[in-house]
């Protein structure tokens, strides 16, 4: 493991555990924990999170992909905010994926294939409405949904991979959170994103690579209806800019908030610490966002 990401690993998952401090699961939320996904049950499991007062309810899905540069993150870190997004009416999957430098790319985005197929295939055990099957995801985890949202609807992007979607499946919306989706390498040594792509690509980083993984370049007007968010204090605002300009040329319905609190920053992936107004804010609207493609539930 590189030196950048062993620090990415110790100051993310120091700030998580500040934010999360004193978190529990709230009353009104049926869990259900460490469900396999796959075949290895370290990496590949999975959360499912419900209301209570929703029990026996098909209910539509938000399947949350985790941030963390490629090569940090669990479910564990997004319990919380994943549980706050499941107090908005919806049924939550919240799931651990293989990380870099232990996994190389396309590890991350096979298990998040597999995560919508099991959704799809436990649609009458937890009760998913599979006909609204949303993604939220941000930073790494916009990156990989955004990837994944064109391996569906895009062939020319699909074919790079030796797995396939579910037969005929898009999910009905998504919503990237602070990502990035044409990332650009840097001469400087010490830029972390470049020393990052080391450990989660094959080839550290080969021109092949870098077009490959770029989500913007296989939008198409088959990719999915986009909520795109970003924040002042967003280090990666510029990116949604350019997913903006893409989804346009293409004719793809997106909406793009921008949030902010004056002059106070309001950091990178904000909205994942809910105890902030302005991530309650955030939260909504996705919700909102999604809401609006569940037309004749009249439960939502």
């Known amino acids: 493991m590189s030196a950048t990401s062993d620090m990415v690993r110790k100051m993310f998952g120091e700030a998580d555990s500040r934010r999360d401090a004193g978190l529990t699961t ?15 049950t370290t990496w590949q499991v999975l959360d499912v999170y419900r209301p209570k007062d929703r029990e026996g309810e098909r209910l539509p899905v938000i399947v949350s992909v985790h941030g963390g540069g490629w090569v940090y993150g669990d479910k564990e870190r997004y319990q919380f905010y994943c549980m706050n997004l499941a107090q908005r009416g919806f049924a939550v999957v919240n799931f651990t ?11 991350n985005i096979e298990d998040t294939n597999l995560v919508f197929t099991w959704v799809l295939e436990h649609a009458d055990a937890y009760g998913f409405d599979t006909a609204h099957v949303f993604g939220v995801g941000d930073s790494a985890g916009a990156h990989n949904l955004g990837l994944y949202a064109a391996i569906c609807t895009n062939p020319d992007c699909a074919k790079e991979y030796d797995f396939a979607p579910p037969a005929g ?37 080969s021109s092949r690579e870098m077009e490959r993984i770029a989500a913007a370049s296989y939008v198409t007007e088959n990719y999915p209806p986009v ?12 990116d949604q ?4 300009e893409k989804l346009s040329d293409c004719d793809v319905p997106f909406v793009y908030r921008f949030y902010s609190r004056g002059k106070e920053p309001l950091g990178h992936v904000f909205h994942c610490n809910i105890r902030l ?24």
């Open 227 to 238: 909520f795109l968010m970003s924040a002042s204090g967003d280090f990666l605002k510029g």
């Open 241 to 244: 800019l350019l997913m903006a």
């Open 26 to 40: 709230p009353e009104d939320i049926l869990r259900y924990d460490d469900i396999c996904y796959g075949t290895d």
């Open 169 to 205: 499946f898009v999910p009905t919306a998504i919503a990237l959170n602070c990502g990035s989706y044409r990332i650009v390498l840097s001469d400087d040594p010490k830029d972390m994103t470049t020393n990052l792509m080391k450990d989660f690509l094959p080839e550290s980083g």
């Open 97 to 107: 994926y293989r990380l870099a430098p232990e996994f190389k790319y396309p590890a």
């Open 277 to 300: 107004a302005e991530a309650a804010q955030c939260n909504d609207d996705e919700c909102e966002f999604f809401k609006t493609f569940c037309e004749g539930r009249k439960d939502v």
